[in-house]
Every structure is written in structure tokens, then in C-alpha cells.
């Protein structure tokens, strides 16, 4: 069973920087597949912010592009969320999604994913 734990969540003002980390264990498989990052915000449907798939293509929200930067190291089996500049509307919990169903355009849906973590806590303070 995939299990995933997010950390590196916290305070932060206008500007700063975070770095998120989503370790994977059950076994490993985001090697070769689509892993992402998801948020959500009190009173706001989850959304999703980045994506990488199996060839290392990161993908992006509109949100995100920019100033956010997804990778992963499929040695460690983990996947990482740089987020750079932050504003006060990124505040949200966050959650990695992995283990999809299919791969492709797919990797930006939410049911696409059938594991998840248990999400951590992103606070911008302006």
C-alpha cells in the first residue's frame, strides 16, 4: 500500500520561501509515474498546482509557474515542492498525490490519484 507524508509546511510572510517534501513508501513507483501537488484552501475547492511525470516534465498551474518548481528523486522517493515568493493567497494545506489511475493530462485531476497524504499546513502572512 503506497503511503505518503508531506512536511515542510509552516509559517511564512509575503515573499519567503518554503520548500515541501512528500516521501513515498509502500513501494516505488514514482519513477514511472505522474506524482503532483495539490492545495486547498479554507472555504476553496482543492486544486491542483504542479505535476511531474515519468520523463521529469513538470507541469504547472497558472498559479505556480513561476515561482513555484516541482522535483523529485526517485532514489529517495521523494518528491519536493520549491515555492518561492509566496503570497498570501497560497495559503492552504497541501497535499502530494500519487499512485494514478492513468498517466498524461490525466496527471491534473484529482481523481486521478488513489493515494494521498495527509497534507500540510502552508500560512502567508502579508
Known amino acids: 500500500q503506497v503511503q505518503l507524508v508531506e512536511s515542510g509546511g509552516g509559517s511564512v510572510q509575503a515573499g519567503g520561501s518554503l520548500r515541501l517534501s512528500c516521501a513515498a513508501s509502500?513501494?516505488?513507483?514514482?519513477?514511472?509515474?505522474?506524482i503532483g501537488w495539490f492545495r486547498q484552501a479554507p472555504g476553496k475547492e482543492r486544486e491542483a498546482v504542479a505535476y511531474?511525470?515519468?520523463?521529469?516534465?513538470?507541469k504547472y498551474a497558472e498559479s505556480a509557474r513561476g515561482r513555484f518548481y516541482i522535483s523529485k528523486d526517485v532514489a529517495l522517493d521523494t518528491l519536493y515542492l520549491q515555492m518561492n515568493s509566496l503570497k498570501s493567497e497560497d495559503t492552504a494545506m497541501y497535499y502530494c498525490?500519487?499512485?494514478?489511475?492513468?498517466?498524461?493530462?490525466?496527471?491534473?485531476?484529482?481523481?486521478?490519484?488513489?493515494?494521498w497524504g495527509q497534507g500540510t499546513q502552508v500560512t502567508v502572512s502579508s
Open positions: 498525490a500519487g499512485d494514478p489511475q492513468s498517466n498524461g493530462a490525466s496527471c491534473w485531476r484529482e481523481d486521478n490519484y488513489r493515494a
Open positions: 511531474i511525470d515519468s520523463y521529469m516534465s513538470e
Open positions: 509502500g513501494y516505488s513507483y514514482i519513477r514511472n509515474n505522474c
